[in-house]
């Protein structure tokens, strides 16, 4: 019975690693403007494709390179064209424009880059790796391209961290996180900064696109992932980049044990038409999770005063 | 000119609180049920009644119940789609179970039955808050969404998942008919829209718009959390529930739970951020747009004379969808029915400079 928990739990962990990759986009996004860009799914679709359909013409290290250009472009057009022209709004406005982005990119993602399934092809053999195979019977069955997500994930939030602790533009992101009005007084261009913010959440959301499309094929059911980032987000705290990494971890295996430990007890229980209990269990350990701190794990803690 | 209060003078406590103090208001609300009731039936034919009314006026009242916890009281919420599912599931079962009931009570204890299930799922939010509360609440949406396709009771054991309801009649008069399921859907809105109207100009409406936009003072000054939170996610669910009766019933007839996915939740919420946050008015504004606006993209090519393929039409709506809510946000974030009340403003004083 170990061996297939231990398996379970592994996979569990590497999923958790690809819901954080799209997580952090989200988390990169909300520290520095305070908008909750419900977007992140549809620029990770977005970004799949471009990578994918650029792969097509050119050798994959241009195509993603390019990719990167594109997702530049896309944040200039997003900052310009929406995001400034809504400052000092609600939250909720912010929100449900970042809601309308969604759709557009959405629509145009496909228009542009055609509605068909798409294949990434990262190089990386799909056989799966068995370890352990002399501790338990059968082995542990590891999937490589989890463990390609996870080291590519690895690096991301170490050149992440880097860029934000050290260098002139990481420091100008903190300050705006803290505090707009303080930081546009010192002299920083809040617009500049959003450009940055976006443009790297946009890389993040190529890195996120190349994984899950190389994963599941470029497909319209990509920009769903978003939905499975959102419990990681609240749970590892919205403003917090290992929050990000931790909560992916913690609902990645979370919901895989959960459907082999407890999908079937429910089944028996109630009478159920098959488990699938994936798709909300996430969201219940994070509420769990919020009732005890309701900041999230690693979130700024919120302070109210009158 | 014709738009003006001078000379309509307030000479009791009544005709102060009315809920439209002026005379031009009243006529203007009163013609417009006489024209929904007694004109539009003259000329409406199917097409009108089943793609264009009925969804506008049953998402209007999802719309409200929505906007009575997130406009009035604050809470966002993205559970809207399986609060309505509670209650469409709810009113089948009840219609299916105990066939000699009342339809009116079928889908008050679809309400009923969402307006418990929406407490349960309020009780988080008085410790969780903002975003964080929002992302809780699609856990709502997503365990009732599983516990509707995979729990065989509730869809009374259907191989197939979806449901189906017979059919459906009031005291002895059947409604089949589209003008018919029109009629008892607009009298049944009317009256849940002037009930919620009523409630939020009362205490528990101040109440819980003092919880929106202070909560921590607001609990200074004797709100209790508690009591103001759970009214309002009680109450919401239970308009939302009723509205999901009624699609269930009178727009779709055979359901599955995809019918009430996290598509619909936004769909709502969009109606109420389009229409205009605390506003009932606005509800309706909101729904008319959202529901037209589809139904419009679809016709253009074809008015313009394009020929487009189906895929390439869906993506264009998706954009042109998207596009038009940034620009409706940009140029009106308070919605719709802030643009109402500007043209009233204006109409005041037409067609005079000052």
Known sequence: MLGPILETLIGGLLTGVLYALVALGFVLIFKASGVFNFAQGA???FAALSVARLSEKFPLPIAIVLAIGVMIVLAYAIEFLVLRRLVNQEGIVLFMSTLGVAYFLEGFGQTLWGSDIYKIDLG???????????VFPGGILIDPEEVAAAVICAILVTVLAVFF??????????????????AQSVGIPLNYIWLVVWATSGIVAIAAGMIWGSKLGVQFSISLVALKALPVLILGGLTSIPGAIVGGLIIGAGEKLAEI??????????DLAGGGIENWFAYVLALLFLLVRPQGLFGERIIERI | MFYREAGQFKTTYGSDEAIFPIVQDRWFVIAAIAFAVLVVPLFAGQYLYTEVLIPVLILSLAAIGLNILTGYCGQLSLGTGGFMAVGAYAAYNLALRVPEVNLILVFLFGGLMSMLVGILFGVPSLRIKGFYLAV??????????????????????APSGSVAVGPIELFGIPINSPERKYLFVFILVAVLALTAKNLVRSRVGRMWMAMRDMDIAAEIIGIRPLHAKLSAFAV??????????LWGFFRLGSWEPLAFDVNRSF??????????????????????????VPIFLNQLPGWLGVGLSTATISHLEFMIFGAMIVFFLI?????LARLWAIAKEKLRLWPFPY
């Open chain 1, 43 to 45: 620029m990770v679709l």
């Open chain 1, 124 to 134: 990386i053999s799909k056989n799966p790796i068995f370890l352990f195979e002399s």
């Open chain 1, 165 to 182: 602790q050290v260098t002139r533009v990481g420091r100008a992101l903190r300050a705006v996180a803290d505090d707009h009005q303080a």
């Open chain 1, 261 to 270: 430990l407890l999908g079937p007890l429910l089944i028996r229980w109630f």
């Open chain 2, 136 to 157: 809780a609440t699609l856990a709502s949406q997503f365990f009732l969404e599983w516990a509707f396709a995979r729990i065989k009771w509730f869809t009374n054991y």
């Open chain 2, 236 to 245: 919401s669910s239970f308009y939302v529930g009723v509205a999901g009766a």
């Open chain 2, 267 to 292: 769909q709502i919420l969009f109606m109420v951020i389009i229409g205009g946050l605390s506003s009932i008015l606005g509800s309706f504004l909101g729904a008319a747009f959202i529901v037209l």
């Open chain 2, 331 to 335: 140029v009106e974030p308070r919605g």
